[in-house]
């Protein structure tokens, strides 16, 4: 779907609009009230969630990042610490909303590709002692957005959850891009969440929906994030109209994500050919190109602005671009004509 703009906009995925056959399922989905569990459209998005990845319950909830609290607030305890990956979004992408609304402290573990060794799990329990805070949950990112969208798979995931286990801690994957690290292993969703106690993706980023994401788990665990989410002011009403939406996104928007795998790779190569020291197009194995700022004219991302194209910084050494439904092999092959002009 061109850009009413005329641009090419790779800012992220989150800029992608709802297809024709959203539109169409918004303005004829059958609703209810959510708050009384009446909307049938999102009870059965729930469900359809839920069994495709595995789990035994869903929840339709605003935003990833509500998500994310919701599983914090359930999951962890309050005045505790939270192992995570030190470049994950729940430490450093979320506007402190982990110790400031789930009452928990990020304890970052080094994340060389997006993804800490589980033997550093051991390491941080063994560290607990008198002045330090106890730790109460492991989370994982999958897949990791900070390291250009690296992906972990099922057996490291497994060995996760085992060294978890050993502590008696729960295991919760953010994996706002779980399908597009699906995709890339060639696996189903389910297998990358099966060892985890719960997950939760998004239905705005390559889904393309244009709002909502899912927080799946047990009964338990989807009741009491229910009862927080109304805490948090996250209650929808006929949220069936926006639940229609994610819906036809599950059905037709998963298989498309390795188009946008491809695209990205080819940009990271055309980047490559001409900033030799901008990335390595190895690790891009999804739809997130991360470029490292420091080997690229100070002025690049103005430069390609120039000529329609937007990009985005991540942090100040990092600049990154994501493909997504709204960008096709003719944006592609623009921003390389336009890469030609800058070089």
């Known amino acids: 779907m061109p850009d009413p703009r005329g641009l090419v906009d790779l800012r992220s ?16 989905a059958d609703v209810g009230d959510d708050c009384y569990g009446e909307d049938p459209t999102v009870n ?31 999951l962890a305890r309050p005045g505790t610490e939270v192992l995570c990956p030190a470049r994950c979004h729940i430490r450093s992408f979320e506007d402190a909303a982990a110790p400031v609304i789930a009452g928990v402290q990020p304890h970052p573990l080094p994340d060389l590709n997006g993804s800490f060794v589980p033997e550093s799990i051991d390491a941080a329990m063994a560290d607990t002692h008198e002045h330090l805070a106890a730790i109460s ?17 099922r057996a490291h995931v497994q060995a996760v959850a085992d060294a978890a286990a050993r502590h008696g801690l729960p295991v919760y994957c953010d994996g706002a891009r779980i399908f597009n690290a699906a995709a890339a292993l060639g696996v189903e969703p389910a297998a990358l969440v099966a060892p985890v106690t719960a997950a939760m993706f998004c239905f705005s980023k390559g889904l393309c929906a244009p709002v909502g994401s899912m927080l799946v788990g047990t009964t338990d665990t989807i009741a009491a994030a229910r009862y927080e989410r109304a805490r948090l002011g996250g209650t929808m009403r006929q949220a069936g109209v926006i639940a229609a939406a ?15 795998h491809v695209r990205a790779r080819r940009l990271a190569d055309a980047l490559r050919e001409r900033f030799a020291r901008s990335v390595d ?14 080997g690229m004219p100070i002025d690049f991302l103005d430069r390609l602005a120039r000529h329609g194209i937007l990009g985005g910084m991540l942090g100040a050494g990092t600049i990154r671009f ?19 002009a800058i070089v």
């Not at 897949?143 to 250009?148: E, F, N, V």
């Not at 960008?327 to 004509?337: L, P, S």
């Open 137 to 153: 949950l492991v989370t994982i990112e999958n897949t990791h957005m900070a390291s250009g969208g690296q992906v972990s798979n």
């Open 281 to 294: 197009p190895e690790t891009v194995v999804t739809n997130i190109v991360c470029v490292d700022a420091t």
């Open 13 to 28: 995925d989150t800029v992608t609009r709802p297809t024709n056959a959203m539109r169409a399922a918004m303005a004829t």
């Open 44 to 74: 059965r998005l729930q469900e359809k969630a839920a069994a495709l990845l595995g789990m035994e319950a869903g929840l339709f909830v605003p935003s990833g990042r509500m998500a994310n609290l919701l599983a914090l607030r359930v």
């Open 322 to 340: 994501v493909t997504h439904h709204d960008v096709d092999d003719a944006d592609i092959d623009r921003v390389i004509v336009a890469l030609d």
């Open 246 to 260: 994610a819906e036809v996104a599950l059905d037709s928007m998963i298989d498309r994500l390795a188009d946008d």
